[in-house]
């Protein structure tokens, strides 16, 4: 079983910066890809950013040139440093881990961690 627990959200007025970190527990292969998605009140589940165990990355339009997707691979640790922050990136931000272990794929969330950017 596999475990991700976000920390890093909190308010911050808009122009600023907020630093996301998700350290999975239990056992992670060593080929995944690590992402993070955003949830905003009465909207759907949104990819942000993804990253896999070889660095390649992949950002969603809105947060391009903004956010930036890191990751620390002898920890399985995956960072999301957002800059420039906007009203409009208010929202729960998810941890997400996918990996194949015994021919199976496997997706696992964390619970979220709330951003709230102020005028």
């Known amino acids: 079983q596999v475990k991700l627990v976000e920390t890093g959200g909190g308010l911050v007025q808009a122009g600023g910066s907020l630093r996301l970190s998700c350290p999975p527990l239990?056992?992670?292969?060593?080929?995944?890809?690590m992402g993070w998605y955003r949830q905003a009140p009465g909207k759907q589940r949104a990819l942000v950013a993804t990253?896999?165990?070889?660095?390649?990355?992949n950002y969603a339009d809105s947060v391009k040139g903004r956010f930036t997707i890191s990751r620390e691979n002898a920890k399985n640790t995956v960072y999301l440093q957002m800059n420039s922050l906007k009203p409009e990136d208010t929202a729960v931000y998810l941890c997400?881990?996918?990996?194949?272990?015994?021919?199976?794929?496997?997706?696992?969330w964390g619970q979220g961690t709330q951003v709230t950017v102020s005028f």
């Open positions: 997400s881990l996918d990996q194949r272990l015994r021919a199976t794929n496997w997706k696992y």
């Open positions: 239990g056992f992670i292969d060593d080929n995944n890809v």
């Open positions: 990253i896999t165990s070889d660095g390649i990355t």
